[in-house]
């Protein structure tokens, strides 16, 4: 009897287990994709008026993007050949003035970063897209960007990463 009790018990487990496998938290909609491919986003800020480069933050970038989808869905990250294809630059990366103080100095400045993103679905031709992502971090004008640079990055490469994540495989 408790042998049986014991088999019923693996038994009830393995379907719960397997019926799981098709809920995630995310709201992601992989369909039969099983793999992902993040392309190195090169970076093109220099060719906008006003934008520079920041050493690194193309690699730092493509990380964050593969981290993001890899933590929220089930996909097997993939060096070429993924059933979803992320690829794209980034374009923009200024500083510019926000706010300014009654006797006309900047109090506060602006971080900004685009990316122009590619999405490519094997699986599903019709959710293709080109697009630009943008988002900005807002910081205290006597603050050096150097001083801010790993928080303002933290934040934007959130959002956007969760804007391009939402844009490609979001089911809301």
């Not at 933050?57 to 050949?81: E, H, K, P, V, Y």
């Not at 993924?82 to 630059?89: F, K, R, S």
Request: proline share 2%; net charge negative; charged share 20%.
């Amino acid at each position: 009897m408790k042998h049986h009790s014991i088999k019923i018990l693996l038994l009830s487990l393995a379907f719960v287990l397997q019926g799981c496998g098709a809920y995630n938290f995310s709201g992601a909609d992989i369909g039969t994709a099983q793999s992902f491919q993040v392309s190195f986003f090169q970076n093109y800020a220099d060719q906008s008026p006003g934008s520079t480069i920041e050493p690194g933050l193309d690699r730092d970038f493509t990380l964050a993007l593969q981290d993001m989808i890899n933590n929220l869905t089930s996909l097997s990250l993939t060096g070429s050949n993924g059933d979803l294809l992320y690829e794209g630059e980034i374009v923009e990366y200024r500083v510019t003035p926000m706010t300014a103080t009654a006797d006309q100095l900047t109090a506060q400045n602006r971080l900004t970063m685009s990316v122009n993103v590619r999405f490519y679905n094997k699986t599903k031709e019709d959710a293709d897209f080109e697009r630009r992502f943008s988002f900005f971090f807002d910081f205290d004008a006597a603050a050096a960007l150097t001083s801010i640079q790993a928080q303002a990055h933290e934040e934007i490469f959130e959002r956007l990463t969760q804007d391009i994540f939402n844009a490609s495989l979001g089911n809301w």
